[in-house]
């Protein structure tokens, strides 16, 4: 009597989305299995524990190994050591550079340095996140930034070509890599209302009007050619701002933007009469912000002076989202009618990012 039997040869990686994001999570192998046990996985699949642990050891092992190809993502696509489908690849590379919001938002606008690293102890402790995960985080952070701070073109472009990453995390990255370039201040208690979504919102419209990258062309100063074209902010630009100081400096103009302005939106704002007694603060304000953005330190607190200057007055006034927008369009739109004035091209470069922002920061 003969049997007949098939058998089927393979040396497809199998990846465990469970087990990976305990790995990913910090978990040590011993944790792993203790929370897999809990999941109820043995009676799930009548498995000893003996097995279990086996298991998870052997998907850590491979993990390992594929680590230092994922620091570097288009090698894990053209080794042959570890046969992975495509679909699985982009799932461990994705998962690998995620990161968790709470993270994100105690390092974010820091210098990503050893000296931030040693606070990684008490961020862990902060927000129960693993030390080993929160090392991760911090290390892809500062490895993405390594791979394109010297590269010219679009900041999401390059991530995506060196890192292959989604476009929605290599935004998320983009916006990282700004904020430590920049070293916008984030962490002020008055800031803390603010999410990571905020400010990376604020990030992109930045980089779209405010950088280098924005207009188009190389900057004029040979000293500035090295500069990076969606990491560094415009300093020509910046520079230029100084002339928008004449809208709050001359009497007469300041007063026809109230004028303007009142006009339009009268009977149109719940809050017009909060807004006629404090325009002139509020507008002044807004200018005196544009106007000091040369000097570095005034360029980290942007987001501080944003939330003093208009967010927490407009606030404390009760203002509605929908008559901050009101407004803002109006301030924004009167000024072409001003004839005194000679800056439109750069006041709409400012203000129609300012506004962006203004509006993604205001939590009515």
Known sequence: MTSELDIFVGNTTLIDEDVYRLWLDG????????????????????????????????????????????????????????????????????????????????????K???????????????????????RRQ???????????????????????????????????????????NNRFETGKKKLQYLSFGDFAFCAELMIQNWTLGAVGEA??????????????????????????????ADKDLLDLHKSLVCTALRGKLGVFSEME???????????????????NKDVRDLFVDLVEKFVEPCRSDHWPLSDVRFFLNQYSASVHS?????????WDRYMGTLRGCLLRLYHD
């Open 27 to 110: 978990y040590s192998v011993t944790d792993a299995v203790a929370l897999r046990v809990r999941s109820g996985i043995l009676e799930q699949t009548g498995a000893t524990a003996a097995v279990l642990q086996s298991d998870t050891m052997d998907h850590y092992r491979t993990f390992h190994m594929l680590e230092r190809l994922l620091h570097a993502p288009p090698k894990l696509l053209h080794q042959l050591i570890f046969q992975i489908p495509p679909s699985r690849q982009a799932l461990l590379i994705e998962r690998y550079y995620a990161f968790d919001e709470a993270f994100v938002r105690e390092v974010l606008g820091k």
């Open 138 to 180: 911090f290390d892809n952070f500062k490895r993405v930034f390594k791979v394109v701070e010297e590269m010219r073109g679009s900041l999401v472009d390059n991530i995506q070509q060196h890192f292959l990453l989604s476009d929605r995390l290599a935004r998320d990255y983009a916006a990282i890599v700004f904020f430590a």
């Open 277 to 295: 007694a404090n325009f002139k603060n509020l507008s002044r304000g807004l200018v005196n912000v544009a106007t000091k953005l040369t000097h």
């Open 219 to 248: 900057p004029t100063d040979p000293d500035s050619q090295m500069d990076d074209m969606d990491m560094d902010l415009d300093k020509e630009f910046l520079q230029d701002l100084k002339e928008l100081k004449v809208l709050v």
């Open 112 to 134: 990503l340095s050893k000296g931030t690293k040693k606070d990684l102890d008490d961020i862990s402790t902060k927000t129960g996140i693993t030390l080993k995960s929160c």
């Open 338 to 346: 001003l004839d005194g004035f000679r800056h439109q091209a750069l």
